[in-house]
């Protein structure tokens, strides 16, 4: 056999050897890429996104849409042609899989904590709109979960009222922990709550409940590494009780950053005229009871998630900021904003056609 054709057999064989090896070797890689975009003023799956009944809402025009961003799932082991091919590719981000999925987090545990911060950010969305229209919304603070083997296992319960403790009224889920921890581990400590039954019952016959419970739990030493911290093993949280019934229809979709959208597309539907003016604007952003908007995480693929179906205008959490403008796709401007009303100002802006006047990000934030 001639040289030249035993050398080209050669590398033709360890060519194919090496692809072969970077299909079938796994590496610790995960890859994010752009998600689906949804209008919140509009419809998916053929039923309207925000459904609201028991108060005038209003036609409007326009795009507030939400972003997402596609995750490979914890459970897909990731081969090293397609970590070199995410690397490579503009659109796409390979990340380290612990990036995800942290502590060997499961495809299960990662929907079941998506599908929590989804059903919280739309209940902080509801909350914030509301409270930008000057709506009345009725807040209590609640046992959100309770730790199995604590020593609240069995004496409070997910969804109960916590009144007070240590006879202290408590008004935000904050302060349930900080008068916890004024005890030492082993002392005990009085909570004062309406049982979760009880609070049901009262909203359903719309009264005020009637029956409250005294608890006490002897606290005990939290796991942290060196903290002498006294815990009972619960999280508080808070429930709320709207004038009217808000639904948000979207499957499949998890995790909290499309709070901010949701707010904005209740307040459009609830006030005469259109927000945007009729323009396509984009956004993503956490936003808790009080309006204020948070960062998250895959910027850059939700930016080009946003402009690949049209978006003009993407409002850009302030955090983000600096990350997004390092690549903002063609055609498309990045709005700053830290709350909700910084939203509503630059939505008035946008519609009127003031351009110049918008916050925009810049690659220093």
């Not at 079938?24 to 053929?46: Q, R």
């Not at 609240?152 to 240590?166: M, Q, T």
């Not at 949280?237 to 901010?260: C, M, N, Q």
């Amino acid at each position: 056999m001639p040289r030249r054709t035993a050398t080209m057999l050669a590398s033709t064989l360890m060519l194919i050897a090496l692809l072969c090896a970077g299909v079938f070797i796994p590496v610790p890689y995960a890859e994010m890429s752009p998600g689906p975009t949804v209008n919140t003023l509009g419809e998916h799956d053929g039923e309207p996104v925000l459904q609201i009944t028991g108060r005038k809402t209003y036609d409007t025009t326009g795009h507030l849409n939400m972003t997402t961003v596609r995750v490979t799932s914890a459970d897909y082991k990731m081969n090293l042609v397609e970590a070199v091919y995410g690397w490579l590719a503009h659109d796409n981000k390979v990340v380290p899989h612990d990036t995800l999925y942290p502590d060997g987090q499961t495809e299960e545990q990662s929907s079941q904590e998506n599908a929590e911060e989804f059903s919280q950010s739309q209940e902080s969305a509801k909350v914030a709109a509301l409270k930008e229209l000057d709506i009345p919304v009725k807040s209590w603070v609640i046992v959100a979960t309770v730790l199995k083997g604590s020593p609240a296992e069995g004496r409070l319960h997910a969804g109960d009222v916590i009144k007070s403790v240590d006879g202290t009224a408590v008004k935000a889920p904050d302060d349930v922990a900080k008068l916890v921890t004024k005890h030492k581990p082993g002392e005990k400590v009085d909570f004062t709550i309406v049982p979760a039954k009880e609070q049901a019952a009262a909203e359903k016959a719309n009264r005020t409940p009637t029956k409250t419970e005294d608890v006490t739990i002897t606290t005990e030493k939290s796991d942290d590494s060196g903290a002498d911290r006294a815990i009972v093993g619960i999280s508080a949280g808070t429930d709320h009780t709207f004038p009217f019934t808000i639904d948000i229809k979207l499957a499949d979709v998890g995790g909290p950053s499309a709070g901010l959208m949701f707010a904005l597309g209740i307040v459009d539907k609830l006030t005469p005229g259109s927000l945007t003016g009729g323009k396509f604007v984009a956004g993503t952003g956490t936003i808790d009871d009080d309006g204020t908007v948070g960062p998250i995480g895959g910027i850059e693929m939700k930016t080009v998630g946003a402009r690949d179906k049209g978006a003009q205008y993407f409002l850009t959490p302030k955090d983000n900021c600096a990350a997004a403008a390092k690549d903002t796709p063609d055609g498309l401007t990045l709005v700053k904003v830290n709350t909700i009303d910084d939203a509503m100002s630059a939505l008035e802006d946008i519609s009127a056609g003031k351009t110049a006047d918008l916050p925009k990000c810049t690659t220093k934030g």
